[in-house]
T-cell receptor, first 111, second 113 residues
Framework: KQEVTQIPAALSVPEGENLVLNCSFT??????LQWFRQDPGKGLTSLLL?????REQTSGRLNASLDKSSGRSTLYIAASQPGDSATYLC??????????FGDGTTLTVKP | KAGVTQTPRYLIKTRGQQVTLSCSPI?????VSWYQQTPGQGLQFLFE???????NKGNFPGRFSGRQFSNSRSEMNVSTLELGDSALYLC????????????FGPGTRLTVT
């Protein structure tokens, strides 16, 4: 059974700081891994999708890496801003067609 | 292109009642997945539909069911509601499962009293 763990559960940083969020998964047989952000009471917004054959993806100030063999992914946020405050979730989509989500990391960026 | 839409956005029901939630995927998307999100359990997979067929199912009781129509719109039904069914129900669509990106709707907030 696939399990996804995100560390830390919560993170508070001052504006402008670079930060890394971690995601680990137990079953390396994945199609892809997707990072989302969720604002309170809202749906999920897709940030980055990394295919199983890729090592990293970049979008603006965000960079996500994937190491399938070790079951790890990281989301790097450069020059954090108060608007980045949200919960960040990672999800693995396996070749069995199921999606498993982590519990998320709640990020607070202080002005 | 319009995003994923879910109706209703908010719902209050009483224990024992049943409820039907609706999801309209992004145009051209054929896969629809449903999730339940609660503070205690996080985001949990309910089921996935593709071309009107349920292809995957999570670990939920039979009170939770769904279907998909020929236009890819999907409905989810919960019968004999329990207090523990109070949650945010999220729908996600994608071109297909697997290598394609999932796009989520805003969710339906269900409160069972």
């Amino acid at each position: 059974k696939q399990e996804v763990t995100q560390i830390p559960a919560a993170l508070s940083v001052p504006e402008g700081e670079n930060l890394v969020l971690n995601c680990s998964f137990t079953d390396s047989a994945i199609y892809n891994l997707q990072w989302f952000r969720q604002d309170p009471g809202k749906g999920l917004t897709s940030l980055l999708l990394i295919q199983s054959s890729q090592r990293e993806q970049t979008s603006g100030r965000l960079n996500a890496s994937l190491d399938k063999s070790s079951g790890r992914s990281t989301l790097y946020i450069a020059a954090s801003q108060p608007g980045d405050s949200a919960t960040y979730l990672c999800a693995v989509h396996t070749n069995a067609g199921k999606s498993t989500f982590g519990d998320g990391t709640t990020l607070t960026v202080k002005p | 292109k319009a995003g994923v839409t879910q109706t209703p956005r908010y719902l209050i029901k009483t224990r024992g009642q049943q409820v039907t939630l609706s999801c309209s995927p992004i145009s051209g998307h054929r896969s629809v997945s449903w999730y339940q999100q609660t503070p205690g359990q996080g985001l949990q997979f309910l089921f996935e539909y593709f071309s009107e067929t349920q292809r995957n199912k999570g670990n939920f009781p039979g009170r939770f069911s769904g279907r998909q129509f020929s236009n890819s719109r999907s409905e989810m039904n919960v019968s004999t509601l329990e207090l523990g069914d109070s949650a945010l129900y999220l729908c996600a669509s994608s071109l297909d499962r697997g290598v394609h990106e999932q796009y989520f709707g805003p969710g339906t907030r269900l409160t069972v009293t």
